[in-house]
């Protein structure tokens, strides 16, 4: 609120930005800065490698452990039935194991295996070497330094439900 009351003008002067505006301006600066770095690591990948969605499902599994359909499903945002064709694919490509559940055998745990943290670490091993070489050429290190700090922060934005 200005002095007067009423609620400041956006964009009449400048240093008159609000925290809302200051917000929105960020958050948008974000979203383009991370929807442009996602586009090009997807181009860093191997055309025959894995899915988008695959890669996904094995990093739940790397990060969390063993877990049922539903709960990747929930993971991933995604009805159950839209993983059934990739859960099929890795554990084809042995890249997935599928065991009874001993808390309830009517459902089945996927796990990663060995073969399967390869094939991801090399996906991984990739794109990292894409961004690393990328951000010697691009930044500097301080710029490099805030990067790290941004990292785990876009991790807890991606799990927020505000």
Known sequence: M???????Q????????TVDDARAAAASEVRRGVISLARRLRLERDEVGLTALGLSVLGHLRRRGPMTPGELATAERVQPQSLTRTLAALET????SREPDPA????SLLAITDYGQAALRAEMEQRDAWLAAAMAEQLNATEIGLLRLAGP???RLSAANP
């Open 10 to 17: 956006v964009g009449t002067a400048p240093g008159s930005e």
């Open 2 to 8: 200005t002095s007067d009351g009423s609620a400041p």
């Open 104 to 107: 309830d055998g009517r459902r």
């Open 93 to 96: 490509a042995g890249l997935v």
């Open 153 to 155: 922060l876009l991790a």
